[in-house]
């Protein structure tokens, strides 16, 4: 079964870090660009950062360019994002998704809180 | 960047209905568009993509066409598992956008 898995949410203060984690399994995770995608609490999706199958070419939404860092370890099936000076407009799930075209699978989400 | 604007932003529709809803973007996208559908406390789901194409298991009553900057989502018989926020996505920029959504309940 084609699957993403995330991890690493939690509550955290203004200024904090946090680094999520997405699990990727029953595909070949080295072929695909992958993405994370936010949804603050009763709000849309918002498109955070891109990262290709390679690691070659990165891309970053303004929101969070200069504080967020994406990567992946293919060798690990896995993908990341480093959230560093976290701020409260930060807090969303977040969801990792994979791109072919558009964005085809999504994991379940993790919540991420910052909150003093 | 991209914008992406959707219409209505909410609509109340029956069962059985025709819902179409419209997605336009601030610059020509060559029909680089995906339309997803979220359920509440869902992850969103891949419907269509390169503004036509139907993904695969996804319902024929679902449909989609546009060009240039202006696309649509049609929902050709409105059926009680498709009350749910619609949202179109552009990716022809590698700055990937989506639109605000539009929240589809019932009559």
């Known amino acids: 079964e084609v699957q993403l898995v995330e991890s690493g949410g939690g509550l955290v203060k203004p200024g904090g870090s946090l680094r999520l984690s997405c699990a990727a399994s029953g595909f070949t995770f080295s072929s695909y660009s992958m993405n994370w995608v936010r949804q603050a609490p009763g709000k849309g999706l918002e498109w955070v950062s891109s990262?290709?199958?390679?690691?070659?070419?990165?891309y970053y939404a303004d929101s969070v360019k200069g504080r967020f860092t994406i990567s992946r370890d293919n060798a690990k099936n896995s993908l990341y994002l480093q959230m560093n000076s976290l701020r409260a407009e930060d807090t969303a799930v977040y969801y990792c998704?994979?791109?072919?075209?558009?964005?085809?699978?999504w994991g379940q989400g993790t919540m991420v809180t910052v909150s003093s | 960047d991209i914008q992406m604007t959707q219409s209505p932003s909410s609509l109340s529709a029956s069962v059985g209905d025709r819902v179409t809803i419209t997605c336009r973007a601030s610059q020509g996208i060559s029909n680089s568009l995906a339309w997803y559908q979220q359920k509440p406390g869902k992850a969103p789901k891949l419907l269509l993509y390169?503004?036509?194409r139907l993904e695969s298991g996804v319902p024929s009553r679902f449909s989609g066409s546009g060009s240039g900057t202006d696309y649509t989502l049609t929902i050709s018989s409105l059926q009680p598992e498709d009350f749910a926020t619609y949202y179109c996505q552009q990716y022809y920029s590698t700055l990937f956008t989506f639109g605000p959504g539009t929240k589809v309940d019932i009559k």
């Open positions: 390169a503004a036509s």
């Open positions: 998704a994979r791109t072919s075209d558009a964005f085809d699978i």
């Open positions: 990262i290709s199958s390679s690691s070659s070419y990165i």
